[in-house]
């Protein structure tokens, strides 16, 4: 059965785990902004990357989320998840920050691009054990009648971090290019990381409410599969999803960096409009989808974010007009879609065996997410204008899709299973 409604004010324990959870959320925001995005790629460049490099780096987030599939069976049921959550976290955000330095220091090339994507996709697959752990932690932590608000609110506040660190770090690039510039945004990274692993530490232990752990890796492909509802129906629809998308947005820095040749403190600033687009507009999706429901939220978030990579391509001939509109709705749209995703997810997910059914959402996205950048890559260089064509139109098929068909069946099925819980 799908999770029932918790009623309820608050106990100490939520508020402080919710606040630390807030914390620990900017912390990372610090640490993925300094590793992720625009300065990824350009860490990559720098390393001379081409574009099946990009690509694979592009999808290494969506390496993390398809292997949770294959670690849910070892990790449900843990007693100790606080400790294990620190444990990982700290291992992924460390170990990425130890890759860079390394890479910039340590090795020459070409090994030390190889040695850095490497290390970068090892850092990656240690989250998966962690956010399979971390969806059901958070589900215990924060009652149901709150989440949007608070996922809201989390976000927003790493949004505001991540623009502050953006807005810093690129101008650190333009006034220290090359390895200068970078090893500063990676020993911020290193430091960001330990501040992370003990604000994991001080989240509070929770009493063990997820599924039992005795599940083979078999038994938790078979247990989502085998029971029809609006989870799996959830599921299908976000793995076409990720294909769509992946087809164009681990390359919105390429588009950025190489075929529209801006400059780091350029790419920033547009980064900043994204940034507050998502602070300003987040908690609005969050007491609107707590209000309404995730499933009609979707079909707007999908139409918006299947206009993006058009946007972007405008940049060529009109400037940064069409940019500016892009990483607004852009900011916007992902905002609001992680918040649904995430709740709805949580929502739909039967309390029993809830750790398979987490895990089955994030391989089948992840799957999608993973591959499509890593084949498409090949094509980003010399083909990035159809690329991104082509996910705008099938995002936008697929938006249409939502609204047609999947949301009605989705209300439908919720309709006849939520009530029994």
């Known amino acids: 059965m799908a999770e029932p409604d918790q009623t309820g004010p608050l106990d100490d324990r939520a508020r402080r785990g919710m606040v630390a959870s807030t914390v620990e959320g900017c912390t990372f925001s610090i640490w993925s902004s300094a590793l992720g995005g625009n300065f990824l790629t350009g860490m990559a460049l720098h390393l001379g990357a081409g574009g099946f490099v990009l690509g694979i780096l592009g999808a290494l987030s969506s390496l993390a989320t398809m292997m949770q599939l294959f670690v849910a069976p070892l990790v449900a049921g843990l007693a100790r998840r606080r400790d294990f959550l620190a444990l ?25 691009l190889y040695v850095f994507v490497t290390l970068q ?21 924060v009652p149901v009648e709150v989440r949007g608000r608070f996922f809201a609110q989390r976000n927003s506040w790493s949004a505001l971090v991540s623009m502050l660190a953006v807005l810093l770090f690129g101008s650190i690039l ?23 692993l003990y604000w994991w530490l001080r989240h509070p232990e929770l009493p063990q409410g997820d599924s039992r752990g005795s599940h083979s890796f078999w038994q938790s492909v078979r247990i989502p599969l085998t029971r029809p509802g609006p ?67 979707i079909g707007i978030l999908t139409l918006m974010l299947a206009l993006v990579p ?40 039967p309390r029993q065996d809830r750790a398979s059914y987490f895990a089955f959402f994030a391989a089948a996205a992840g799957l999608t997410g993973f591959l499509t950048p890593v084949l498409a890559g090949r094509l ?8 991104f064509i082509g996910s705008a139109l099938l995002s936008g ?11 009605p069946a989705l209300v439908r099925q919720m309709r006849q299973i939520l009530p029994a819980d």
Not at 105 to 110: F, S, V
Not at 310 to 330: D, E, I, K, Q, S
């Open 397 to 407: 098929l697929l938006s249409l899709l939502w609204t047609v068909r999947v949301e």
């Open 380 to 387: 980003a260089g010399e083909h990035l204008v159809p690329l």
């Open 310 to 349: 058009l946007l972007y391509l405008l940049g060529a001939p009109l400037g940064l007009a069409p940019l500016v509109v892009g990483h607004l709705v852009h900011g916007s749209a992902s905002a609001g879609m992680g918040l649904a995703n995430q709740t709805l997810n949580m929502q739909l997910a």
């Open 174 to 196: 333009d006034r220290w290019p090359g390895a200068p510039g970078f090893t500063a945004l990676y020993v911020v990274a290193l430091a960001a990381a330990l501040a992370n």
């Open 88 to 112: 990982f976290s700290g291992i992924q955000r460390v170990g990425g920050a130890l890759a860079g330095l390394a890479a910039l220091w340590l090795l020459p090339r070409p090994a030390a």
């Open 121 to 141: 996709a090892l850092a990656w697959i240690a989250m998966a054990p962690s956010t399979v752990v971390w969806n059901g932690y958070m589900s215990d932590l």
């Open 231 to 297: 989870h799996l129906t959830a599921t299908w629809f976000f793995a076409a999803w990720g294909f769509a998308q992946g087809l164009a947005t681990p390359f919105y820095s390429l588009a950025l960096l190489s075929y529209l040749g801006l400059s780091f403190t350029t790419v920033s600033w547009l980064a900043t409009l994204a940034s507050i687009s998502s602070i300003v507009t987040a908690p609005l999706w969050g007491r609107w989808q707590d209000r309404v429901g995730q499933t009609r939220a």
